[in-house]
């Protein structure tokens, strides 16, 4: 049974940054690629960033391209997303995601396993 736990999330201002880490157990990290999504209330799930499983090659949705960067570190079976420079329309629960692939997935529906989610609040 693979097991994602999410933390770091919390309230920041404006222009601030935050790091989101994903704790997962079960079968080797190294197997995974991962991603993370977010939901704002009222709207869908939406895709945030994916990684491949060791890392070479990463994917971003235009709103956080040269804000938010991905990486894993899977010594530590630990997922990570560097936010910075956040905006108050950041705020939302963020969820990470993982698949056994050795591809970079993009789409919900492509990840099996989830995380209960970290809020994420950026004041004005």
């Known amino acids: 049974q693979v097991q994602l736990v999410e933390s770091g999330g919390g309230l920041v201002q404006a222009g601030g940054s935050l790091r989101l880490s994903c704790a997962v157990s079960?079968?080797?990290?190294?197997?995974?690629?991962m991603g993370w999504f977010r939901q704002a209330p009222g709207n869908e799930r939406e895709f945030v960033a994916a990684i491949t499983r060791i890392g070479i090659s990463t994917r971003y949705t235009d709103s956080v391209k040269g804000r938010f960067t991905i990486s894993r570190d899977n010594a530590k079976n630990t997922l990570y997303l560097q936010m910075n420079n956040l905006k108050p329309e950041d705020t939302a629960v963020y969820y990470c995601?993982?698949?056994?692939?050795?591809?970079?997935?993009?789409?919900?529906?492509?990840?099996?396993?989830w995380g209960q989610g970290t809020q994420v609040t950026v004041s004005s």
């Open positions: 079960g079968r080797p990290f190294g197997s995974y690629a």
């Open positions: 995601a993982a698949q056994i692939s050795n591809g970079v997935l993009t789409t919900a529906p492509q990840y099996a396993y």
